[in-house]
């Protein structure tokens, strides 16, 4: 056990965690997604790119990409959110909601792929 | 990510900036989320607003990099300022953080010279024409590769003096010439410089130490073992184990190029001369003849590893020689024939340079040898003399010496190295020369003089011509099964009974060497010809033997029937 593989396991567990939370719910349903929960995933997945970075095996190198796919999809459902509340000016549609939800749902296969590397990867390796 | 050194820069980045961006997302994190829990003023309704989290991450856009920008849509209430103070402090911390890291690992010494190894790793495989790789780039490598440049050859050089490699930028050569600050023992970067690609066609190893040149060449050899190895080398030990690596590969040693130039300008100065004209010495002209200096006593100062050399040839030739050395266990052999001593006025008189006709200064110290010229001048100012010049910088004081001759080990090694690359039966055609013509001093001069009347000058061009596909046109012929003769191709278009200003000196065919061919010679494929050709001559000359029309005239003396309208109509 060292403080390294916990706290790395610790980030992409939570990134996989917060994801399902605020993915959970009615897809066009705004009262079932909390803006904060959405937030919390993205710093999270954040840190678990740069956590990732300069991994020069096999394994790191999808898991860098699993995370960066993950984060491209939150940071375009936050960028969906944005721009309907600040430059359109109004509130949230169910039309919009089910789409920055369905996003965030994508973001939620690719932390799933990146949780079942981990703890496969942990499982083959015999220390 | 592969092994490539790409790859390795991009790890050694991202390992080092692991900790500022994960540091830069956790405050970026903590200020936004602060910002948007903070209670804002009220609007008109009496209700507190909050920040959004779009605003949140605006604000801290522009203070966390210290923009200063102030913008803000709606006011601060004291609670957000408050957090505001604490937001800005922090964030700016770590972005400073952030940004030193990064500059600190740009100045890294290490990627930068990981970073260069990268780009001329690129560079060298974009390299589009065949190069030659130089190991040591000192005052040797140097002079060479001005010669291979201006010949229109390309090169690749490594050298571990990083000085070296910044003077190799600031020159200004013909073509492109790439460099790294390397040490060539090391084979991963002789596999960086390219000494696997088919493009590069020859290894020249040039380094100062014994042990690198060794070490090069053995690698050098099993990574390609078909290359062209040309390597200096010293001590005779060294040498056998160079030349047991096999395959294509030559020594040059530069003391033993220096005394067979020295045993030759004293015993056949005709062959000297010939020699330094064609290597293209600036000034050399066949015209200046020293005189043979054979009989006579000489002296030779300095008996180390180069002097010793010397001493041996010059008495395999029969030249009396005296030597005067200060170290006694260099002269122990040859006790009879020395003076024990430093060089000084006593000494060379004892040695009596008073009665000789030459002085040969040879040691390895520039300043030495300058000092024994001066000395000898002051006992004996008409004998002939030769001095070593070791340092290429020094020039401008051996020239205003007052010396007969100046060698310079450097640049004969340099010139030599040039000819076994450009016109490689240049060496066989001054063995034979030697052979044939030590004794004949009549058939000597024939030559010299058909080479002053045809080419004279100075500088001319020395280069092999093969007769393969460099010749097209002489090819076409030869698959006709027409008679071409060695004075069809380079007769003169415009006069067809006269030939171009070029001498044709020497002719290979298989193992058979020839030297000063015949006119009437049948050429066939696969022929070996070594010409001189005056400067300016050269494009004539190309033309003859590229263009079917010409070389047809030239052939047969009738224009040749061009369409093939007239062809048929002329049947």
């Given at each position: ?18 994801n399902?939370?605020f993915f959970?719910?009615?897809l066009d349903d705004l009262?079932h997604h909390n803006i904060?929960e959405l937030f919390?995933t993205i710093?999270?997945n ?24 993950a984060n491209m999809q939150l940071i375009a459902a936050a960028l969906v959110w944005g721009y309907v509340t600040q430059i359109l000016g109004t509130d949230l549609t169910p039309d919009n909601t089910s789409v920055i939800v369905s996003l965030s749902g994508g973001a939620l ?19 | ?51 959004s989290f779009f605003?949140?991450f ?514």
């Amino acid at each position: 056990m060292n403080a390294e593989k916990i706290v790395f396991s610790f980030f992409i567990v939570l990134a996989l965690t917060l994801n399902f939370g605020f993915f959970m719910g009615e897809l066009d349903d705004l009262s079932h997604h909390n803006i904060y929960e959405l937030f919390a995933t993205i710093v999270v997945n954040l840190i678990a790119v740069g956590l990732k970075l300069g991994d020069r095996t096999q394994v790191g190198a999808v898991l860098l990409s699993t995370s960066l796919v993950a984060n491209m999809q939150l940071i375009a459902a936050a960028l969906v959110w944005g721009y309907v509340t600040q430059i359109l000016g109004t509130d949230l549609t169910p039309d919009n909601t089910s789409v920055i939800v369905s996003l965030s749902g994508g973001a939620l296969i690719a932390n799933v792929i990146s949780v079942v590397m981990l703890v496969s990867e942990t499982l083959m390796s015999r220390r | 990510m592969s092994d490539s050194s790409l790859g390795r820069v991009s790890f050694i980045v991202l390992r080092h900036m692991r900790a500022p961006i994960i540091a830069l997302i956790c405050v970026y994190a903590i200020a936004m989320l602060g910002m948007v829990l903070v209670p804002g003023i009220s609007d008109e309704n009496g209700q507190t607003m909050y920040m959004s989290f779009f605003h949140a991450f605006y604000f801290l856009a522009y203070t966390a990099t210290t923009t200063g920008f102030g913008e803000l849509p709606i006011e601060f209430s004291n609670a957000q300022r408050m957090w505001a103070i604490v937001c800005l402090y922090t964030s700016v911390i770590t972005w400073l953080y952030a940004v030193g890291k990064i500059i600190s690992l740009l100045k890294n010494p290490h990627l930068q010279s990981v970073l260069e190894e990268e780009s001329f790793v690129r560079s060298v495989r974009k390299k589009s024409n065949d190069y030659y790789l130089v190991c040591g780039f000192g005052d040797t490598g140097s002079l060479l590769l001005r010669g291979l440049t201006d010949a229109g050859l390309s090169a690749v050089v490594l050298d571990s003096d990083a000085e070296r490699i910044k003077a190799l930028d600031l020159r200004d050569y013909q073509t492109k010439v790439l460099g790294l600050c390397a040490d060539a023992t090391i084979p991963r970067l002789l596999l960086d410089a390219g000494v696997e690609e088919k493009r590069c066609v020859g290894v020249l190893i040039l380094t100062h130490s014994e042990e690198a040149n060794l070490k090069i060449a053995v690698s050098v050899r099993l990574l390609r073992p078909d290359i062209k190895i040309i390597c200096r080398s010293t001590s005779p030990e060294n040498e056998g184990e160079i030349l047991a690596v096999g395959g294509d590969v030559h020594v040059v040693d530069p003391f033993r190029v220096f005394a067979s130039y020295l045993s030759m300008m004293i015993y056949n100065p005709t062959i000297q001369t010939l020699n330094e004209w064609l290597s293209g010495a600036p000034d050399a002209t066949l015209e200046q003849n020293i005189c043979p200096l054979k009989g006579g006593k000489w002296v030779l100062c300095g008996y180390g590893s180069m002097g010793s050399i010397v001493y041996q040839r010059l008495k395999e030739k029969g030249i009396d020689v005296t030597v005067v050395e200060e170290r006694v266990e260099n002269i122990q052999e040859i006790t009879h024939n020395a003076v024990l001593g430093r060089i000084n006025l006593e000494t060379l008189k004892r040695a009596g340079l008073k009665g000789s006709v030459g002085l040969i200064v040879g040691t390895n110290s520039d300043t030495f040898n300058l000092n024994t010229i001066h000395l000898a001048n002051q006992v004996n100012s008409s004998a002939f003399k030769i001095v070593r010049q070791n340092q290429h910088a020094n020039e401008v004081l051996f020239k205003k010496a007052g010396v007969d001759f100046i060698l310079q080990p450097s640049l004969v090694i340099a010139r030599m190295v040039l000819f076994m690359l450009t016109a490689p039966l240049l060496r066989p055609f001054f063995r034979r020369l030697r052979l044939l013509y030590d004794n004949d001093p009549a058939k000597l001069a024939d030559i010299m003089t058909r080479l002053v009347t045809n080419i004279g000058g100075s500088r001319p061009t020395v280069k092999t011509y093969h007769v393969n596909q460099s010749m097209p046109a002489v090819l076409n012929f030869l698959d006709e099964k027409t008679v071409v003769t060695l004075g069809d191709i380079y007769r003169d278009v415009s006069e067809r009974e006269s030939f171009l200003q070029m001498v044709p000196l020497a002719h290979q065919r298989g193992e058979v060497f020839k030297e000063m061919p015949e006119n009437d010679l049948q050429l066939r494929q696969g022929d070996e010809i070594l010409f001189c050709i005056k400067p300016g001559q050269k494009n004539l000359f190309d033309a003859n033997i590229n263009n079917i029309h010409t070389l047809g005239y030239l052939l047969t003396g009738k224009e040749p029937i061009k369409s093939s309208f007239f062809r048929w109509a002329m049947r």
